[in-house]
């Protein structure tokens, strides 16, 4: 398979997982919330309360933690400023 379809696959199952992530936050905030999730196919597969911990077991599990969507789940108290 060409590298730019693999690149376009990669992109294309990312945004369904950020897309899954935004409809599924709620749920995902109550289980999740003050840790880092990494998400793949639309599921939250490992989770910890710091970044360096998921990378390192992603990592352990999977290999390379570059294969997943990595996020930050906030509490109620959090405030976004942009």
């Given at each position: 398979?060409?590298?730019?379809?693999?690149?376009l696959e990669g992109l294309k199952?990312?945004?369904?997982?950020?897309?899954?992530?935004?409809?599924?936050?709620?749920?995902?905030?109550?289980?999740?919330?003050?840790?880092?999730?990494?998400?793949?196919?639309?599921?939250?597969?490992?989770?910890?309360?710091?970044?360096?911990?998921?990378?390192?077991?992603?990592?352990e599990r999977f290999g390379n933690?570059?294969?997943?969507?990595?996020?930050?789940?906030?509490?109620?108290?959090?405030?976004?400023?942009?």
């Amino acid at each position: 398979m060409k590298e730019e379809t693999l690149v376009l696959e990669g992109l294309k199952a990312g945004t369904k997982d950020l897309e899954w992530f935004s409809n599924n936050f709620p749920d995902i905030k109550k289980k999740y919330s003050k840790k880092f999730v990494a998400i793949k196919n639309q599921n939250v597969v490992a989770s910890a309360s710091g970044l360096e911990a998921l990378i390192k077991l992603l990592r352990e599990r999977f290999g390379n933690p570059n294969d997943f969507l990595i996020d930050f789940v906030p509490d109620d108290k959090y405030i976004l400023v942009v």
